[in-house]
């Protein structure tokens, strides 16, 4: 099984690199980063790069896409590369997946209408128009298109994905592999959570329109 994540400048590193660690330890599956070009590419913060190994039309026929997410996204919401690669692989992948505002590009690409879809609650707003309808859960499978919401969420979508092609089994024992077992030292994983102070005070730390906390 090919798996393809494509980066782009300003994506979020956990968005690629959580489905990365489940999807890679599933046997007979090989993970391509591809993009525009090939090199390294900048997450959202500056600080970490990851390296596309393919160009876009090296690789036209995944099995599976995974598009991150990130404040660079905004740059892409008009027609582009990635997008007509997008929709052309989907053509013919089993499953066409995004974590983040992977689904703003997902949507761009055209391929989100009239389906319920999720994103970073941060960019909700910014997805509804390009959605049949927003929602707040964690992983929404709408056939063979799988939408995660913010960057954590990948793990989620990509133990979701194992599940349907190799079984529960399978998932749980790459779960395991993993150590996924999430404990946080606090309840404020959502804005309903969170409260409206915290989310003010995370609104205040975003300035450009958001790192990896609203990618």
């Known amino acids: 099984m090919l798996v393809a994540i494509p980066l782009f400048d300003r994506f979020t590193a956990l968005d690629a690199v959580g489905p990365y660690e489940v999807l890679c330890r599933l046997p007979g599956t090989e993970i391509v980063f591809v993009g525009e070009k090939t090199g ?20 036209d026929a995944p099995d599976v896409g ?15 590369a990635l997008h007509a690669w997008i ?33 970073h609650w941060a960019a909700m707003g910014e997805l509804a128009p390009l959605v049949g309808a927003t929602t707040e859960r964690r992983v ?13 969420a990948g ?8 599940a349907q092609i190799a079984g529960d089994d399978m ?19 959502s804005p309903a959570k969170a409260g409206p102070e915290l989310v003010g005070l995370l609104r205040g730390l975003v300035t450009d329109p958001a790192p990896s906390q609203a990618g």
């Open 87 to 119: 929709a052309k692989v989907h053509e013919t992948t089993q499953w066409t997946t995004s974590v983040c505002t992977g689904s703003l590009i997902l949507g761009a690409a055209g391929l989100l209408e009239g389906l319920d879809a999720t994103t």
């Open 171 to 189: 998932a749980r024992a790459i779960q395991l592999g993993i150590e996924y077992d999430p404990q946080p030292p606090f309840d404020a994983g």
């Open 66 to 80: 995974v598009v991150p997410g990130g404040p660079g996204t905004r740059a892409m919401l008009e027609p582009g």
């Open 155 to 162: 793990i989620d979508m990509a133990l979701w994905l194992v």
């Open 40 to 59: 390294p590419v900048r997450t959202d913060t500056g600080m970490l790069a990851i390296t596309v190994d393919s160009h876009l039309d090296e690789i």
């Open 140 to 152: 929404v499978p709408q056939g063979k298109i799988v939408t995660a919401a913010g960057v954590s």
